[in-house]
């Protein structure tokens, strides 16, 4: 259906246009990463020069903790270890919030009601994708809350005092074994690396729900 196709399609690469357009931008560019960092891995190989042009790379992945594609790993970070092995050693200023803080960021049948009173489409977007999100949790987790992830990581740009960070080194497990995709976070620095990341450790939930609703309430 052409009424459901995007206005603006790119045909260009993946990893083409992101060297093309950090390499255009007149200002550092901050990079949200909310999936696997193979796109982004591929163009700092491709193109070193894009690092000077990258003002921070806040993410969504990994863990100090538990993993949930593994005992050891997060889906993120599983999906292509080796990508956010090059990401993490390239220099570049990272914003981790991994599995363990953005599974305080939980939502329940009161969130929705909450969320969906504002009565306009973000609010019934939120409704609309939430409420099969959360069956979903409970039927198939057994969780009476559903964790949003992603939405944490857009709250490191939008109010960044939501959460409280720790710099560390963080080690990707590229081993072909068990910890294979696992983020090691040197929270009391034994190994006396320079730290690498800034990894998110706390969130105020509260805080980041009145968030969610701030933005919702802005939408017509």
């Known amino acids: 259906d052409e009424q459901c196709m ?35 891995a591929m163009a700092l190989r491709l193109a070193p020069a ?27 970070m599983y999906a292509d270890p080796e990508a956010a092995r090059i990401v993490f050693t390239s220099g570049a200023d990272l914003y981790m919030a991994g599995l363990d803080v953005t ?3 939980l939502c329940d049948t009161e969130t929705i ?8 489409p973000a609010a019934k977007l939120f409704h609309d994708l939430m409420t099969p999100y959360c069956e979903a949790e409970s039927r198939i987790y057994g969780m009476p809350q559903a964790p949003v992830h992603d939405p944490v990581a857009v ?14 080194h963080v080690t990707i497990d590229c ?9 090691y976070c040197d ?9 690498n990341c800034h990894v998110a450790t706390n969130l105020n939930t509260q805080g980041f729900w009145n968030l969610v609703e701030h933005q919702i309430l802005k939408y017509n």
């Open 155 to 168: 709250a490191i740009l939008q109010k960044p005092d939501l959460l409280t960070f720790r710099d560390m």
């Open 6 to 40: 995007p206005k603006h399609q790119q045909t260009e690469h993946a990893v083409n246009w992101l060297v093309n357009t950090l390499l255009a931008a007149t200002e550092p560019v901050t990079l949200l990463v909310t999936g696997p960092m193979t796109n982004i």
């Open 103 to 105: 599974l305080k960021a």
């Open 187 to 195: 929270y009391y620095n034994t190994t006396g690396l320079k730290p």
């Open 175 to 183: 081993t072909p074994a068990e910890g294979y995709g696992r983020t």
């Open 50 to 76: 894009i690092l000077s042009h990258i003002a921070r790379i806040v993410l969504m992945g990994g863990s100090m903790t538990l993993g949930n594609v593994t005992p050891a790993a997060e889906f993120n």
């Open 113 to 120: 009601t909450r969320m969906s009173a504002q009565n306009n």
